[in-house]
């Protein structure tokens, strides 16, 4: 399964949305050193119930767009 994600980082509150086709999440981790990124993962896996090595950024690692790949 793929999930086109765009990430807002350092925010005040943690939330999820969504927009165009497109996941929206917004994390209190600051970008820099990949913390928002591991903290987005750690999101999407545990709301639809997986391991954190089975959901994998494929895109997007320097930006807030972001190609999510989750394995079944």
Not at 6 to 25: C, Q, Y
Not at 36 to 44: D, G, S, W
Not at 45 to 70: F, P, Q, W, Y
Request: glycine share 6%; proline share 3%.
């Amino acid at each position: 399964m793929y999930l086109k994600v765009f990430v807002t980082p350092s925010a005040k509150h943690e939330k999820i949305g969504e927009k165009d086709e497109a996941l929206t999440i917004s994390v209190r981790e600051p970008a820099t050193g990949n913390r928002a990124n591991l903290r987005v993962r750690e999101i999407i896996a545990k709301r639809l119930g997986k391991r954190l090595g089975e959901v994998r950024i494929l895109t997007g690692h320097h930006s807030r767009s972001k190609m999510i790949s989750i394995t079944d």
